[in-house]
Structure formats: structure tokens, C-alpha cells
């Protein structure tokens, strides 16, 4: 029988620090045993449990993509007793990552549509390996036009800036990056918060059009009316909720919203299914 | 169907053959009431005791259970790397479990082996037991079993049914385990099938006449779970709770647990622990959010599980196995009959 809490042990490969505030780094992370990268692979939009011995787990988006070979990335804020601890290690050092875990993006419904991502904050990692996997160069054709609008508290506070500077050059995506606010002169993107973006850039909705949204609770609150005044159905809007989780396989009873489990039937969820849920998330 | 009669006369020095093969359960009187066990060599099962202040669910889910170790002596070369602890192997056989808490098993089975994961802790403890069950012939007077799927002579999720016949049990043998154990008891005195069968119907019927508590429980999956989450009758079921957690704890179906991390010395450990969805930590975010942040939202939690998205989720019926553990121990006689009728009858304008 197959115990699905013991972790695959990882060496920390490399550590990054994500934004300017620190408060945010990425872990690059090599499992220790030939096998186990094959044993879990995962799908983009799947968690795992980050999982240090002695001290806990925390679940936490995988931020690289089914596509990038060899390591496995988590972009982690330092919040709690397990992030902070996570925080303080270093390259080198031995851990475990169990999963993956969850479902994903619904990339077969999604293939031949119009895909529009929305993110706000750090909520940005499952993004990231949303969009790195629908750019490779094997997926790009399966996909119609591609929108990802994305805006943090200032240019600092921006996940994977590099990146996104790269795919605002490119032609077979639409990056409508954004800040709250900057005194930056030489920024030149958006400054405003992401449903005022949201209302001003992204698509009109047909059927072919779905939007994938991750942000904060308030980000999200103000995005949901602009969607819909765009055409955007509660059936066309994905979703990926948090919940406090320990187990992860849908077994130790906390994540629940209803009847739905966030980490086993989640994070991934329609508008349309959590408006049929108690919002206890 | 095979029975035996066991007289009870040679009841201890079966058990006592049986102790080679099996580690035995069984009630016992200990400073905090009746407790299911595991028995010390020369102690026996109370088997007169009536419902034990906790159930048996501990036998396959223990309150604290030790699930993985690493070592973090870096000298070492697996430090850090966590592995499953070993767990013994030596058969179990429960004496005295009664039907309500074999069926509670059943349903807490649903969650730990389920078609996707199966949790080894509880499915290795379930593979190794043998449950012996004992009828219930004097029902407590908050016993609500028959209202749940179950009953005084349930056979779901029993390797033996046993009934008290003063100077002997009769005992039907259910499953191979339970020829099994009976084998190493040296309990083989077969009685006619026909006439014990007959004999428990009507110890059956005259154990359901005295069930008195009922519930109806036939509407609640025809209901809404937003209509039932957003009634506006759990404010005043949840007034008088005081978020203790006891329902949680004595119920036989109730499998929420939390993991945990120990470190001492060089040697980390990973726990699980019984967790209650009455505890403000159960969904308390770490950046201080917290969905189920009140007491209302708490309790709300609690019965919707047992009285709505369980029956929704499974169609197995509600997640309660009628015990009455929880009425009998809640400290403000909150009553679980009370809320699923409220439930039930709820109309949404």
C-alpha cells in the first residue's frame, strides 16, 4: 500500500529572493532519488505539500511548469512557523515535497479557446506555470489568443519580473502588467488596480473565452463584476481557492467548503460551482 | 449461517487461549469511566458495561499516532529524509464492541479507503482487527440507533454477533475472521442455526421496542445545502455552545485529525492527532483569516457535515450512528435528534 504522507526528499538547489520587500522567495528544489521527478509529475495549477521533518507542512502552488525539466520551483511568502523556518535555509539543505496534490486547469476544455489569466499579489505562481506551459512551443498551437493581466502593490512587488518583460516582447501573448502605484518615470506599463485593467483590457467574452483568476479576496471581490460586464459566464471563470489544509488528500476534514474539499476536489473550481457552496474559504 | 453458544463459564479461559494469537480489546473501568482497551494478561472485558464513555474508535484511529521519523543528525547519510514509522502486525480482536460502533467503522472507512488514497495507518489497524460484537438488548435511553441504518442487532461491520443469554452467549459467526477467532477461543459448540436466529429476532424486536428516541432523517438530502447553510435557526442551536469539543471526541464517526511535527534530540517525528472542527485553529489561516472564525459557523460546521454533505457526498446516509454519546455528554444538552429534525422539517421561504 502506497503511504501517500511520506515526501520525496529534495535538496534545495537555489533560493531567490522574489521581491523587494523580501517577504517572497523562490525555491528551486532537486528530488534526491532517481524516479521520484517521474512519480510526480503534476499537472499546472496542482499544490504540494512543502514538508520540513520536525518541524511541519505547508501546502503551496507549484510554480514551475510541466514543461521545465530536472528541478521543481515554489515561490513561498514567509508568514507562518513552517514559511519562516523555510526562510531561513539554505542551499544545500534536505526536505521533503509531497504530491503532487489537487486538481488543475482545465487544460483539455481550454484547448482551442481563448485564454485570458488574471492575477493579483503573490497569487501569481500557479499562473506562471499556466502560462511557461502554454507558450512551449509544443502547446502554443492548442491554444487561441492568449491575455494575462497581473499587477502588484508597485514594479518591485512583481513576481518573476524578468519573465514578464520577456513575454511582453513577444507577439503570441498580451501582457497587460500592472501597479497599484509607482514614482518610477520610466515605468511603462499600466499603473492602476487589476479590475480597472481588467474592465479596459481584457477581452469581450464569446464562448471560446475563459478567464483563470487568482489574487487576493478583495482583488477578486471587484473583478468578478467587471468579468461579467464583459460577457464573461460564472461557468467561463476559473478559480483557485486556499483553505487551511494538513493532509492534503482530502481526508483530515478542515479544507471543506459544502462538501467539496479544496485540496482533493479543488483548488481549482468554476465560479459557477462555488456560487452552489457556503464561501467558507 | 453458523452459531455457537458459548457458556460462560469457559468465557475467560477462551479468552485466555485466544491471547496467543490476538492482542485483545475489550471494555474496562478506568479513572475516567468505560473505556474499549486493549486488556492487560489477566484482565477480561466487562461485557455488562453499557455505552463506553468513548467509543471504540481508537482502536484503529488512536488519538495520537506517530506516522513518520527522520533523523537529523546531518552525520547521518538519510538526515532529514522521513520514512514511515513501523507498525506491529499481531491480529486484534475487539470483545464487546456494540453494533452502533461497527457500523461507525464502516462509515469512518469511507474516508480513510477511498477509491483515490488509502490511508495505511487506518487500513493496515483494519486489515488486523476482529470485531466481536455484543448486542445491545438494554438500550440506553439516548440509544437512537435504529433511526440511523443501524439497530440493537446490527451485523454491519461485526465479524461475530453475540447475545447476552445470562449464563451464555449465542454467537453468530459472521465472517472468516470471526471463525477464525472463535477457532483460537476453542469455542465450538455449534447450535441449531434455525431456532438462533429465531431466538435473536425476537431479542431484536423486544431490544427495538425499548429504543424510544427517534429521528427522521428522509428529507435531508432532498434540501439545499446553501438553503440549510443560510437557515436561520443555527444561531439559536448554537447559543448554548461553549465550543468544548466533547461531541467531537466521543463520537464514533467523527475522523478529523491534525498533523504535527515533534523534534527531540536529533530525531523528528511526525504526529496525527484528533483534531475538532469546534477549535477556532482547525481552519485558521496563517495569514490570521479564519472561514469558520465563530462559534455559529463552528457549529453549523459540525452538523452539516453529519446531517447534509455527508449524506450528499456518500449516499450512505447521515454520518451518525444514533449512540447518543454526544447528547448524553454535551455539557449544555445540545441535541444532535433536536438539530437533524429542525433539518429535516426545514421549509426555505
Redesign the interface.
Given at each position: 500500500?502506497?503511504?501517500?504522507?511520506?515526501?520525496y526528499?529534495v535538496r534545495i538547489d537555489d533560493i531567490e529572493v522574489a521581491t523587494e520587500d523580501k517577504s517572497l522567495k523562490t525555491f528551486t528544489f532537486v528530488f534526491?532519488n532517481p524516479g521520484d521527478e517521474e512519480k510526480f509529475a503534476y499537472q499546472a495549477g496542482q499544490f504540494a505539500e512543502l514538508?520540513?521533518?520536525?518541524?511541519?507542512?505547508?501546502p503551496i502552488g507549484i510554480a514551475s511548469s510541466p514543461v521545465e525539466k530536472g528541478f521543481v520551483k515554489f515561490t513561498v511568502f514567509r508568514?507562518?512557523v513552517v514559511?519562516s523556518h523555510l526562510h531561513n535555509m539554505k542551499k544545500g539543505?534536505?526536505?521533503?515535497i509531497r504530491g503532487p496534490l489537487g486538481n488543475w486547469y482545465p487544460w483539455e476544455k481550454l484547448e482551442n479557446k481563448n485564454v485570458v489569466i488574471i492575477g493579483g499579489g503573490f497569487a501569481f505562481t500557479t499562473l506562471r506555470s499556466a502560462i511557461v506551459y502554454m507558450l512551449d512551443p509544443a502547446n502554443r498551437s492548442r491554444f487561441k489568443n492568449i491575455d494575462v493581466i497581473y499587477g502588484a502593490r508597485s514594479p518591485g512587488m512583481l513576481l518573476y519580473r524578468q519573465e514578464l518583460f520577456d513575454w511582453e516582447k513577444r507577439d503570441d501573448i498580451n501582457m497587460h502588467i500592472t501597479v497599484d502605484s509607482t514614482d518610477d518615470p520610466d515605468w511603462k506599463y499600466h499603473t492602476g488596480f487589476v479590475p480597472q485593467i481588467v474592465e479596459k483590457n481584457a477581452p469581450v467574452a464569446d464562448e471560446d473565452t475563459y478567464a483563470i483568476v487568482c489574487g487576493p479576496p478583495i482583488m477578486i471581490k471587484f473583478t468578478q463584476p467587471a468579468l461579467t460586464q464583459l460577457g464573461y459566464q460564472d461557468h467561463q471563470i476559473f478559480m483557485s481557492l486556499?483553505?487551511?489544509m494538513?493532509?492534503g488528500?482530502?481526508?483530515?476534514?478542515?479544507?471543506?467548503?459544502?462538501?467539496e474539499l479544496v485540496c482533493?476536489d479543488g483548488p481549482v473550481f468554476t465560479l459557477e460551482q462555488i456560487n452552489?457552496?457556503?464561501?467558507?474559504? | 449461517m453458523k452459531f455457537i453458544t458459548i457458556d460462560k463459564k469457559d468465557w475467560a479461559g477462551g479468552i485466555d487461549k485466544s491471547r496467543k494469537t490476538y492482542q485483545v480489546f475489550g471494555p474496562v473501568q478506568d479513572e475516567n469511566g468505560c473505556q474499549i482497551k486493549p486488556l492487560p494478561p489477566d484482565v477480561y472485558p466487562l461485557m455488562d458495561a453499557g455505552v463506553t464513555v468513548m467509543s471504540p474508535k481508537s482502536v484503529l484511529f488512536p488519538q495520537t499516532e506517530k506516522m513518520l521519523t527522520a533523523t537529523l543528525d546531518e552525520t547521518r547519510e538519510d538526515h532529514h529524509v522521513m520514512k514511515p514509522v513501523e507498525k506491529e502486525d499481531t491480529p486484534r480482536v475487539v470483545l464487546g464492541i456494540r453494533p452502533y460502533d461497527a457500523r461507525a467503522i464502516q462509515l469512518v472507512k469511507l474516508n480513510f479507503d477511498n477509491p483515490d488514497y488509502q490511508d495505511p495507518y487506518w487500513c493496515k489497524a483494519y486489515e488486523r482487527t476482529t470485531f466481536v460484537g455484543l448486542a445491545v438488548t438494554h438500550p440506553d435511553p439516548c440509544d437512537f440507533s435504529t433511526s440511523t441504518g443501524c439497530g440493537p442487532f446490527s451485523e454491519e461491520g461485526l465479524d461475530v454477533l453475540m447475545a447476552d443469554l445470562d449464563d451464555r452467549y449465542l454467537a453468530k459467526i459472521l465472517t472468516q475472521k470471526g471463525e477464525d477467532w472463535a477457532g483460537a477461543c476453542g469455542f465450538d459448540t455449534e447450535a441449531d442455526a434455525a431456532e438462533s436466529q429465531a431466538l435473536f429476532d425476537i431479542l431484536r424486536k423486544e431490544a427495538e421496542k425499548n429504543i424510544t428516541a427517534s429521528v427522521d432523517t428522509d428529507r435531508l438530502s432532498e434540501k439545499s445545502i446553501l438553503d440549510l447553510h443560510e437557515a436561520p435557526f443555527w444561531d439559536d442551536v448554537a447559543f448554548s455552545c461553549i465550543n468544548c469539543g466533547t461531541c467531537t471526541y466521543v463520537c464514533p464517526t467523527c475522523w478529523c485529525f491534525d498533523i504535527q511535527d515533534e523534534t527531540k534530540h536529533k530525531t523528528a517525528t511526525r504526529f496525527r492527532n484528533w483534531d475538532s472542527c469546534m477549535s477556532p485553529l482547525f481552519t485558521h489561516h496563517a495569514s490570521g483569516h479564519n472561514p469558520r472564525g465563530s462559534k455559529v459557523q463552528r457549529v453549523r460546521q459540525r452538523f452539516m457535515h453529519k446531517l447534509k454533505y455527508f449524506v450528499d457526498k456518500y449516499d450512505q446516509g447521515i454520518m451518525c450512528v444514533g449512540c447518543g454519546r454526544c447528547v448524553a455528554s454535551c455539557p449544555v444538552n445540545i441535541d444532535i435528534r433536536e438539530v437533524c429534525k429542525t433539518m429535516n422539517n426545514y421549509e426555505s421561504k
Open positions: 500500500m502506497e503511504n501517500p504522507y511520506v515526501p526528499p534526491q514538508s520540513i521533518p520536525g518541524v511541519g507542512e505547508i508568514t507562518g514559511t539543505d534536505i526536505m521533503g486556499e483553505n487551511r494538513k493532509c488528500i482530502g481526508m483530515c476534514g478542515r479544507c471543506n467548503i459544502g462538501k482533493k452552489q457552496t457556503p464561501k467558507e474559504y | -
